[in-house]
């Protein structure tokens, strides 16, 4: 079964695994259970669903992730953060991957890492990515062995330590973005599920980050109906 829109890297794979069986079966995994990686990585993605299995793929190897919706968010994020890796979708509203990418190497940061994620797989898509600024390209929908290859590439290998630690880690680094919050409090509502917490409360953020901008600016349009419709 293929999926549409289809792309070229995801029909390639598909004709080889009917015409080379052999070869498909023989094909080297990587797991979450033979890897483990170091790192902080920012996904810029503007699908909920994509941002999901990205995440979820990468702690299960240990990395520490922040997401932004689009290139503007992306932006500002690399520069309040230091981040080991990019991985930047290229369609997506405000600011797209390339025009993030560009204005990113001007402001200086020439060494990060930005790889693209995205459904154009052509190789003169490739090429507009690396002429960006782009260092690497990986197709979607995301195959978790190309994608740990990807991440292995680009990251060091660290630790194995337990998932505990690793969202222990994630609060850390978002501690100044959570004043006010009692976490402890907040995890004890969730049965103690401190991955799952986590979780809940970096969606809700993402999604409502702009939320107290956007209630200040209906009120003072007087356009009360707006302010209720948010809350």
Same mark, same amino acid.
């Given at each position: 079964m293929l %999926?549409? @829109? %289809?792309n070229a890297s995801?029909?390639?794979?598909a004709i080889l695994r009917l015409l080379t069986p052999e070869k498909a079966a023989a094909k080297p995994l990587i797991t979450a259970d033979s890897l483990w990686l170091s790192g902080r990585v920012l996904l810029v993605e $503007?699908? @909920?669903i994509n941002q999901a299995v990205a995440l979820e793929l990468m702690h299960t190897v240990g990395l520490v992730a922040d997401t932004a919706d689009n290139g503007a968010e992306a932006l500002e994020a690399v520069q309040q953060h230091d981040?080991?890796?990019?991985? &930047? $979708?290229?369609? &997506?509203p405000v600011m797209d991957g390339l025009q993030a990418t560009a204005m990113i190497r001007q402001k200086g940061l020439v060494d990060l890492p930005i790889v693209a994620m995205t459904a154009h797989a052509m190789e003169g898509d490739k090429q507009r990515c690396l002429a960006s600024g782009m260092n690497d390209h990986i197709p979607k929908p995301i195959d978790p062995d190309q994608f740990f290859q990807l991440l292995r590439q680009w990251l060091p290998e660290g630790e194995p330590v337990a998932r505990?630690?690793?969202?222990e880690q994630q609060l850390h680094n978002n501690l100044n973005e959570l004043e006010g919050i009692d976490i402890e409090w907040g %995890?004890?509502?969730?049965?103690g599920n401190r991955g799952l917490y986590f979780k809940l409360l970096s969606d809700f953020y993402w999604h409502h980050k702009a939320s107290l901008a956007e209630a200040e600016a209906a009120i003072a349009q007087g356009d009360y109906d707006s302010v209720i419709a948010k809350r």
């Open positions: %999926i549409k @829109p %289809i995801v029909l390639f794979d $503007d699908n @909920p981040y080991d890796l990019v991985l &930047m $979708d290229l369609q &997506m505990d630690k690793v969202v %995890i004890t509502r969730v049965g």
